[in-house]
């Protein structure tokens, strides 16, 4: 994705590489002994209809190229662009493409798949929105498969026209539908790139780890994988979005729209940034008068799809699928250190380190500095002022409640390492993305001499065996446990990655529930005005 | 720019590094040797009038993060990311951001600073479009100070509203006026990153060119600079735009908005997207009824700005200005190579060479052949297909016009290096970038082992050392004399860089008069349907 220092020619030629697929063939770039293709299409789709297969074809199409991805509703605002380097790409609702990095070209090579399925919500976001995303360094490292997609996104790929007629009866779960595309293709064709279509991964973080759980709750997704990472996707107290919700919300698109229902079929000719406009503002209409955060997203059907695994039972389909989950120690709650106070937060001296914790806890406060100081003994103290519970107790009890329920195993974990910024950043959202793709590197928030190419070589080492063959115990690593209903057993990656058991019960107890982003009170997020760009 | 391999870990800490400047203390970051200031703001403006110098500030500001580049008319097309990656970025009105690479914060180094400005015509790109112009390498090789900014394009850089009040005097030129603006700051603020304000390079490339030409011709500059490098910036045939023009685009402009012009002061508060729609529009249809190609672009007022350097006598106050100006063999005259044949040119056997030949040329095809031989005599006959006349020609008898009217030396060069794509591929438009930046090694589409090591040296090396004393002549490359009034003095940069005196004059003469683009058929410029996104 990103232009890495080169030791040879890069060769694109007209007969090298080429992969030579059912449909056709596919010529893509071949680079420091590794092959690359970008851009291909794996779905044709008009708007609001379910995707098709693409046509076969003469000749030879090129995939050097990334292709578009989904049109988001919002303007981005480069508040994070330090800590999470992005490449904005070009916005398409013609956005089904994928992109896959490879060591093989041939069909003897059956290399497990990893398949990468980004964050953003079900709102933004694409298969290149961050470096962290290149494919290259785990396919090289793991000599494995590595594929990342696109697929439609926000008021394109989760508005629930169903009401309005048969043909838009799956509309609520289109985005989602796109990713079972997607894997349909590497089902017909991932052979021909070196990869065991009968040995699928995938996984996703933020609202890419939420797809994954929604993928282990969709009955027709049964066998287009057999093992999922699940990366900082779930929240506590998250709820399925319901039909009755969706169409609600629906309504008060169209109604903005000036759409009768009878006229149902003009909102597929509509301008994308009108459709946004009304989209936006029926989100945050319908929000305020339901005193619920409603957006777009999976539509929970009972037949498409069957909610979300933490607040339904697990689906029989997918009971055999293996599972990697876990977060990240700070997630949102914050991205600099200076929420509290200025300077560094390791310049802090004890009593005003006190006097914050006090502060943010108030009566809870001595609790956490003991469940604090119980978890973590090696860390400081103030670092509980950033420590997230909204999406470490989901992880944890989501794993638990898969040994509940009878599932295969699954593994959770942490990632717990203090990067460099500000003389010491706490991880945040998206931190780990470095280290499981082996790319520490190359992104200069997260990269330690010494510590950075240990720690990557210990979790991607663990995503690889996982994706070889379910179970993410490797060399390298201790020794790890898959979660029972009541070891607690945790993997802390860390600057000394180790096991623990129920190491933060005490510490998710005594911490206060709260918003999952309510710390982040630093972004600037009206900076560029918020919106979509034209405000018309 | 783009995440490099790091050895070491990034410091970007609330007391290191920080750059002092007289108007408050800005922070930036430190990695591999080199501090890096991402998105200073250099001034604030509202819609349509000059840019004014920021305020002092009290604390340190952050420039870790790009600023935010001026927004664009169109959508961009994913057409020749391979050839020239792109790094697409956050659009706003408000875009007067610069961004230093530099290895020195302390007043005493007294650098050469090189100034980039991009390219895009008046109309798109930015200091940060292009991964070429990341400036760390260029820094590092030679031990420059490297700045790169931001302004304002297209209508809200280059709409002439002159004619509905004093306040608007100059809105026909704002886009310039921002640069001055930048090199203003640098005059006051760069001895803070080491930098000389009194040794200021300027440089651009296309547009960027274009830009550089048009400094060259504004009195008011004189002092914000002391040398100038055109890179394929000038092109044959090109013209002034004048003010009547200019007004008539502007006339047309608001008639489209419904604006009259004793309300002209709507036009400052009308959203962003109208405003271009209406700009397209007015663009297109005034064209063609004026049988012309009519684009936002500056004004020659004969006040601020005199008139490009090809057209008009050059100005008393930059006569003592070094040039160095030069162009590329292909530049738009093919992206890849298939735009005769299917396959790589270089796999066509001499018939269906000469058979092409023929078949483009027509009855200069003879003179062609016979003048690219006598031009190239190392080169493939097959590459008169690709060799660009307008800006070769034009760059060429820019530098003999310098020499003509009494100017300080102008150095005259071409890039001709063949690129490895496609099994080889005639450089194109931006292909030099990558050189005289010193970061070959990072581009795909340009990377030769061996060679490009060279070649990168030479021309970064010739850059450099232009802007240390305005001479590039500099150890590894052959004597390179200062074009005369008739020595046809050129540089050809390539894998045996040579001195060739009117080496190409017949083959200038044998090229058919065409438009700058005509050849550029390929592009698929429909793909995403072109025009702004909102379609409204």
Known sequence: MYPRKLTRSVISNPDFP???TPKGKIRGLYEEDMYIFRGIRYAVAERFHEPRPVEAWEGSKEAIIYGPVSMEMHTPIAHDEYNVPHYHYIQDED???LNVWTKHINEDAKRPVMVWIHGGGYATGSSIELYAYDGHELAEFGDVVVVSLNHRLNCIGYLDLSAYGEEYRYSGNLGQMDILEALRWIRDNIAAFGGDPGNVTIMGQSGGGGKVNCLLQTPSAKGLFHRAVIQSGLFKGEKDMLPETARKLTAEVLEKLG????????IEKIPYYKLARAAQEAQSELSYR???????????????????GLNNSFIEEH????????????????????VYAPGSKNDWDDAQVDALIRKVYKDRADAVIEAMKQAYPKQKLVDCLYVNKATRAASRDYARK?????????????FNLECPLNSGTIPWHNAEEAYMFHNANYLEASYIPGVSERLQDQMTGAWVAFAADGDPNCAGNPVWPAVTEDNGACMIFDRETRLAYHHDDALMEALPERGVMDNNDRRPVTRFGGGPRQSI
Chains 1, 2 share one sequence.
């Not at 759409?259 to 149902?264: G, L, S």
């Not at 989950?325 to 200076?338: A, H, I, K, P, T």
């Not at 898969?402 to 942490?414: F, I, K, L, S, V």
């Open 259 to 266: 759409i009768a229902p009878e006229n149902v079929k003009e």
């Open 95 to 97: 956005c089904q493409y």
């Open 402 to 414: 898969r040994a509940e329920e009878g599932c295969a195993p699954a593994w959770n974990w942490m």
């Open 290 to 308: 339901e005193h619920m955060h409603i957006m777009f997203a999976p539509v929970k059907d009972d037949d498409f799809f069957m909610g979300g």
């Open 18 to 20: 080429v992969a030579v």
């Open 319 to 338: 009971k055999n699928v293996p599972v990697l989950v876990g977060s990240v120690l700070g997630e949102f709650d914050q991205n600099y250190n200076q």
